[in-house]
């Protein structure tokens, strides 16, 4: 993909027009490609990419947040990537997950001998987990859907399941999936992760891992980071894109895409794939009828998910090793992870870049996470950690555009078609399961099969 100016642009060009290119709309960009299909992008943004992001600081190689790939060998993005990509991206595994606990620390149990020698839990707990193992285990996606609309907790509550620090631990691993704690957290969306229904949607497998037990971790980071990753899509797509042009409004006449409009200029196209946060979308669609102009109201209040992320680059290497790290107390939401032990190249030689993240607490400014990353998170792990930190970097901002919760799970929240014909929705607010990259490849999966019915 090129990029060409606002005035470079002749709509004839191009099969279709990707309104933002995030994740969502580049993978979108990226099939239709294979297809022969060549797009136009017109993104709001001075680069491409979205949240799906990395850039250096001080000689580190930062990614927006902690881009564990999950499914690394299989899953819909990573489907895409090896579809898509040649030579397709090198992924280093994860070598395991450690949950810790106050002061005991339990790696993931990988059978029931292991769950009854469970180090977080007595007896009486471990013997829960491996009943509520067993009954998610057995369960079927149908009976999952059953439990769209309770969250997670309620499901335990009903099945018995109460044992604390079990909870505890389910709390900071669905965390990290859904977005939302426990109580908030959608049960189907949450047992769908641990069972891991689809073989490809959920994020942080590692909690399926505990209940179930597996040797495997398809979980890790891809060699070269995010930053090379998204380089490598904007060049196999076939097209050009446009940066600092946001999509000003998307017009429609008698229930049918006819264009949009970018800095005044509108842009004639009867198929455009709308990458745009939901929760704009009522400002952008010009529209004359109720039925489109519901449509978008309705799906414009979804709650998102907000990630914090503490990076920091330390003058020697410390923490060393491949492991993911869950603070589950003091303080639930903690995850500590030394990523340039996956891929060197993001540290000078013989430093250590780790990254610190948790979903943000609400009520609590910056600083104030910060401090609670650095105290109860980082130095209760590794002592004096933080007196080798010659970089510290911080970044906030949405992870996902809906958060798993009752009435934004997969079975509810729209697309790939909209009540326009030939307007189509992708991202992480729109139908595809999952979370993330994956949940932003299902949408794109789910745009490119609509399109090659309708064209
Ligand atoms: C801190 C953090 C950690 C993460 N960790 C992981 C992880 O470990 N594993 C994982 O799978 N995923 C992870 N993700 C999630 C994943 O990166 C995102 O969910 C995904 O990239 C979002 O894709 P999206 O399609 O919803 O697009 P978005 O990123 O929301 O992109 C939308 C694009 O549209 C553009 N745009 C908006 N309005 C307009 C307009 N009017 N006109 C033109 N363009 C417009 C925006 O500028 C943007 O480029 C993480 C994200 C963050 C932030």
Same mark, same amino acid.
């Given at each position: 993909?090129?990029?060409?100016?606002?005035?470079?642009?002749?709509?004839?060009?191009?099969? /279709?027009?990707?309104?933002?290119?995030?994740?969502?709309?580049?993978?979108?960009?990226?099939?239709?490609?294979?297809?022969?299909?060549?797009?136009?992008?017109?993104?709001?943004?001075?680069?491409?990419?979205?949240?799906?992001?990395?850039?250096?600081?001080?000689?580190?190689?930062?990614?927006?947040?902690?881009?564990?790939?999950?499914?690394?060998?299989?899953?819909?993005?990573?489907?895409?990537?090896?579809?898509?990509?040649?030579?397709?991206?090198?992924?280093?595994?994860?070598?395991?997950?450690?949950?810790? /606990?106050?002061?005991?620390?339990?790696?993931?149990?990988?059978?029931?001998?292991?769950?009854?020698?469970?180090?977080?839990?007595?007896?009486?707990?471990?013997?829960?987990?491996?009943?509520?193992?067993?009954?998610?285990?057995?369960?079927?996606?149908?009976?999952?859907?059953?439990?769209?609309?309770?969250?997670?907790?309620?499901?335990?509550?009903?099945?018995?399941?109460?044992?604390?620090?079990?909870?505890?631990?389910?709390?900071?691993?669905?965390?990290?999936?859904?977005?939302?704690?426990?109580?908030?957290?959608?049960?189907?969306?949450?047992?769908?992760?641990?069972?891991?229904?689809?073989?490809?949607?959920?994020?942080?497998?590692?909690?399926?891992?505990?209940?179930?037990?597996?040797?495997?971790?398809?979980?890790?980071?891809?060699?070269?980071?995010?930053?090379?990753?998204?380089?490598?899509?904007?060049?196999?797509?076939?097209?050009?894109?446009?940066?600092?042009?946001?999509?000003?409004?998307?017009?429609?006449?008698?229930?049918?895409?006819?264009?949009?409009?970018?800095?005044?200029?509108?842009?004639?196209?009867?198929?455009?794939?709308?990458?745009?946060?939901?929760?704009?979308?009522?400002?952008?669609?010009?529209?004359?009828?109720?039925?489109?102009?519901?449509?978008?109201?309705?799906?414009?209040?979804?709650?998102?998910?907000?990630?914090?992320?503490?990076?920091?680059?330390?003058?020697?290497?410390?923490?060393?090793?491949?492991?993911?790290?869950?603070?589950?107390?003091?303080?639930?939401?903690?995850?500590?992870?030394?990523?340039?032990?996956?891929?060197?190249?993001?540290?000078?030689?013989?430093?250590?870049?780790?990254?610190?993240?948790?979903?943000?607490?609400?009520?609590?400014?910056?600083?104030?996470?910060?401090?609670?990353?650095?105290?109860?998170?980082?130095?209760?792990?590794?002592?004096?950690?933080?007196?080798?930190?010659?970089?510290?970097?911080?970044?906030?901002?949405?992870?996902?555009?809906?958060?798993?919760?009752?009435?934004?799970?997969?079975?509810?929240?729209?697309?790939?078609?909209?009540?326009?014909?030939?307007?189509?929705?992708?991202?992480?607010?729109?139908?595809?399961?999952?979370?993330?990259?994956?949940?932003?490849?299902?949408?794109?999966?789910?745009?490119?099969?609509?399109?090659?019915?309708?064209?």
């Amino acid at each position: 993909m090129q990029e060409i100016t606002l005035d470079q642009v002749d709509t004839s060009n191009y099969d /279709v027009i990707i309104a933002g290119g995030g994740a969502g709309g580049l993978l979108t960009a990226l099939a239709l490609t294979a297809e022969g299909k060549r797009v136009l992008v017109l993104e709001k943004a001075e680069r491409l990419g979205g949240v799906w992001h990395s850039y250096w600081v001080d000689g580190y190689r930062v990614d927006q947040g902690l881009h564990v790939i999950t499914r690394v060998t299989r899953g819909a993005f990573v489907r895409f990537l090896k579809t898509y990509l040649s030579p397709p991206p090198k992924f280093v595994l994860h070598e395991g997950w450690q949950f810790r /606990v106050h002061d005991k620390v339990g790696t993931i149990p990988s059978s029931i001998g292991e769950t009854l020698r469970w180090p977080l839990t007595g007896w009486r707990g471990r013997l829960g987990l491996i009943r509520i193992g067993a009954k998610i285990k057995t369960m079927k996606l149908e009976e999952m859907q059953k439990y769209k609309d309770i969250s997670f907790l309620e499901f335990m509550q009903s099945e018995g399941a109460t044992n604390q620090v079990m909870l505890d631990v389910m709390q900071s691993a669905i965390y990290m999936a859904a977005g939302v704690p426990i109580t908030e957290a959608s049960a189907y969306e949450a047992l769908r992760t641990l069972k891991d229904t689809d073989k490809e949607s959920s994020k942080l497998g590692s909690a399926k891992r505990l209940i179930m037990g597996s040797g495997e971790y398809d979980e890790g980071y891809v060699i070269s980071g995010m930053e090379e990753l998204i380089k490598r899509v904007i060049e196999t797509i076939n097209g050009d894109y446009v940066l600092n042009s946001p999509v000003e409004h998307i017009h429609e006449h008698d229930g049918v895409v006819t264009g949009c409009s970018v800095a005044g200029k509108t842009l004639e196209h009867n198929r455009i794939v709308s990458n745009i946060p939901l929760w704009a979308m009522p400002n952008i669609i010009k529209s004359e009828n109720t039925e489109v102009l519901d449509f978008f109201k309705r799906w414009s209040n979804m709650k998102p998910t907000h990630g914090i992320t503490l990076w920091l680059g330390l003058n020697k290497i410390v923490i060393g090793d491949r492991k993911n790290r869950v603070l589950v107390h003091p303080s639930p939401n903690r995850w500590i992870v030394s990523i340039s032990s996956f891929d060197p190249s993001c540290a000078p030689e013989g430093k250590e870049l780790v990254a610190i993240a948790m979903m943000t607490i609400p009520g609590k400014s910056k600083d104030e996470m910060i401090e609670i990353m650095k105290g109860n998170g980082l130095e209760e792990y590794h002592p004096g950690i933080l007196e080798y930190a010659e970089m510290e970097h911080v970044q906030m901002s949405y992870a996902t555009r809906a958060a798993l919760i009752p009435g934004q799970t997969d079975l509810d929240r729209p697309g790939p078609r909209t009540p326009i014909k030939g307007l189509y929705i992708v991202g992480t607010d729109t139908a595809g399961s999952g979370v993330g990259l994956q949940q932003a490849a299902q949408s794109a999966d789910g745009v490119v099969k609509a399109l090659s019915e309708d064209i």
